[in-house]
């Protein structure tokens, strides 16, 4: 059973910056493969923040984040995180893990962190 852990989040003024950790457990560290952040603001869908591979090697973002997130992982940790800088209002949501497995192409999800960025 895997278990995705967020911690991290809290009340930022704008222009600050947090860091987002997501440690995953419950299987052997080469079952873990692409790792990624969405987000769901409040009163809005769930979206796309980014994702990096199971190296490393390769990250992607959301336009609206470019420039100012930078997704990272610690394998040997089994943990992934989202360095978050220049946060803005529209940055509030509720942000969640998650895990593509290697194997089989299962798809898991953390239980959120809320990010609440202030004017």
């Known amino acids: 059973q895997v278990q995705l852990v967020e911690s991290g989040g809290g009340l930022v003024q704008a222009g600050g910056s947090l860091r987002l950790s997501c440690a995953a457990s419950g299987r052997t560290s080469s079952y873990y493969g692409v790792m990624g952040w969405y987000r769901q603001p409040p009163g809005k869908d769930r979206e796309f923040v980014a994702t990096?591979?199971?190296?490393?090697?390769?990250?992607a973002y959301v336009d609206s984040v470019k420039g100012r997130f930078t997704i990272s992982r610690d394998n040997a940790e089994n943990t992934v995180y989202l360095q978050m800088n220049s946060l803005k209002p529209e940055d509030t949501a509720i942000y969640y893990c998650t895990l593509r497995s290697s194997l089989g192409g299962y798809n898991y999800w953390g239980q959120g962190t809320q990010v609440t960025v202030s004017s």
């Open positions: 990096i591979t199971r190296s490393g090697g390769s990250t």
